[in-house]
């Protein structure tokens, strides 16, 4: 069977789409850090908390696409700087929920804007509607080939 390489135009777009990644979540993670102490992981979990109200431990890492054992020691981080609370669930006692409390709630709000705003110059910002609507198009065959 013959190997199948990529063409110099898709080698090109690649290399580019992973140096586009490494050098956002380096952006995202110095901006959390510098402006309201918060990694990038941090932050992450507080949006899917305020989001999604308390939720058990094991659908918060399936809906960041997290491990177990990588989202224990996080939510362990983050409850010893008080900004999330963890409880034994009442409908199971092998489970846990995790919410958000007011001091997550204020490191989010303090957090989102400079990240949209990030976000935003990076990605969106001087971009016209068709050029948008066809990188939401990459992305979402790309996610839908690559299923849950």
């Not at 659908?59 to 700087?81: I, K, N, P, T, Y």
């Not at 990605?123 to 948008?132: G, N, S």
Request: neutral net charge.
């Amino acid at each position: 069977m013959a190997q199948r390489w990529l063409t110099d135009d898709q080698q090109r777009v690649w290399r580019n789409y992973l140096t586009l990644g490494n050098r956002l979540q380096v952006a995202m993670n110095r901006q959390l850090q510098s402006r309201c102490g918060l990694s990038l992981s941090d932050y992450e979990v507080l949006v899917e908390l305020s989001e999604r109200g308390p939720i058990r431990v094991l659908e918060l890492a399936a809906a960041l696409g997290w491990e177990q054992s990588r989202v224990s020691h996080q939510l362990r981080r983050m409850r010893d700087r008080d900004l999330l609370d963890r409880r034994g669930s009442e409908q199971d006692r092998r489970g846990a929920t995790v919410a958000i409390t007011a001091a997550g709630s204020d490191a989010l709000a303090t957090a989102a804007p400079d990240h949209v705003d990030l976000i935003r110059s990076v990605l969106f910002d001087d971009i016209p509607p068709a050029q948008l609507r066809g990188f939401e198009q990459v992305i979402s065959t790309a996610l839908d080939r690559l299923g849950e």
